[in-house]
């Protein structure tokens, strides 16, 4: 029965994650380097929030953190993700391997070495300044979706399509900082325990029904799935997630302001075109409730600084070569005498349904009977 559980984990976690969440921990890459010539002072902060139509939160120049996890500087010491868990740390990253195939298996990651260590950078930066306890593994996936997500243990998936849709680096580090978020407090394994606990809770009533052992036989066989709402990250997990993503996103020297910035355009790019508003964001859309919350975050455990990273040259530089990669991907797709694959479903609605024999379709073989005279 566990088999089961843990193939019927999987992929439901895959489905729900793709459509759409350190102590000194091992880096695959050096964080970038904090150069003062790529940062960014207040004036120009300033009119970059303005741009968007909101002022940058006042922060005070000393705070009174009330505990351990309101402490920017204790992170990396902090009891982050506790709670039940079913799931150790090693069995957490041998699940999130394991969904990471699945998930390669079924995308198509961008390969130019110059935005990949670009990414992989950037991150890894944010998971050094996290309470991580695993590595990371970062890719970026070619989609045209603003999407972003970690799996459990580490392995982190970046759309082509939110790197070309942030406008700054701080807010692709605000997004990259909050789904980095989820693994450290281990949203996915706990979700995921909750579902096994309530599939392990159902046996004894199954056992001690009509049925007995011949119902357990028949639980079994029917391979239940654990339902997709235990695997939607909860309102709660939402906000933890932008908690610990603020404070990660200023450890390593971003705006934080810029993580508000981003989901104010999101929020606006929704209300001028309705229905456009991204997967990553229609399970836990960017409410006016969490902006203000993530804003009074600021003002409230954020000491203030002198100066903040909002974004940098190459930022612009990796974002403009991977528009040429995407932009030549289309063009080498839509070429002229390219084949191309019909799906049954859209052959079916150019095909007739019916045994008409005046219809025709000439991409239809056809049969016709031979002559008797012919031999």
């Not at 088999?3 to 102590?23: D, M, N, P, Y």
């Not at 922060?59 to 309101?70: G, L």
Request: neutral net charge; charged residues 25%.
């Amino acid at each position: 029965m566990q088999e089961i559980l843990r193939h019927t984990l999987k992929l439901a976690l895959v489905s729900a994650l793709v459509a759409g969440s350190a102590f000194a921990a091992p880096q695959t890459q050096d964080p970038p380097s904090q150069d003062p010539a790529k940062t960014t002072p207040p004036p120009a902060q300033q009119q970059t929030q303005q741009q968007t139509g909101s002022q940058p939160v006042q922060q005070k120049d000393t705070v009174t953190p009330k505990n351990s996890k309101e402490d920017v500087e204790a992170i990396g010491n902090r009891s982050v993700g506790k709670g039940i868990n079913l799931y150790s740390l090693e069995r957490e990253i041998s699940l999130g391997k394991s969904l990471a195939q699945e998930v390669e298996r079924s995308s198509k990651l961008i390969d130019d070495p110059v935005v990949t260590e670009y990414v992989n950078r950037v991150g890894q930066n944010l998971v050094r300044n996290s309470d991580a306890r695993v590595p990371f593994t970062i890719k970026v996936i070619d989609s045209d979706e603003v999407n972003a997500f970690a799996l459990p243990g580490g392995f982190f998936y970046v759309n082509s399509g939110l790197i070309l849709h942030a406008q700054e680096e701080s807010e692709l580090a605000g997004v990259m900082a909050h789904e980095i978020s989820h693994v450290t407090a281990r949203h996915g394994t706990k979700n995921a325990t909750k579902g096994e606990l309530m599939q392990l809770a159902t046996i004894p009533l199954i056992l001690l029904g009509p049925g007995g052992w011949a119902g357990y036989g028949i639980y079994q066989g029917l391979n239940l799935a654990i339902p997709v709402t235990y695997l939607k990250f909860s309102r709660d997990a939402e906000r933890e997630a932008d908690f610990l993503g603020l404070q990660y996103m200023y450890k390593a020297g971003y705006d934080p302001n810029s993580y508000v910035t981003f989901f104010e355009r999101i929020q606006a790019d929704e209300k001028r075109r309705p229905g456009t508003i991204p997967k990553v964001f229609s399970t836990h859309p960017p409410t006016p409730e969490r902006i203000e919350n993530t804003q009074k975050e600021i003002a409230r455990i954020l000491p203030a600084r002198q100066e903040y990273i909002v974004t940098t040259s190459e930022f612009d530089s990796v974002k403009g070569r991977l528009r040429n990669i995407m932009f030549s991907r289309k063009v080498t797709d839509n070429a002229p005498g390219k084949p191309t694959l019909r799906t049954k479903t859209e052959q079916s609605k150019k095909q007739p349904t019916g045994n008409d024999p005046s219809s025709t379709d000439d991409d239809r073989p056809t049969l016709k009977r031979r002559p008797d005279s012919q031999p």
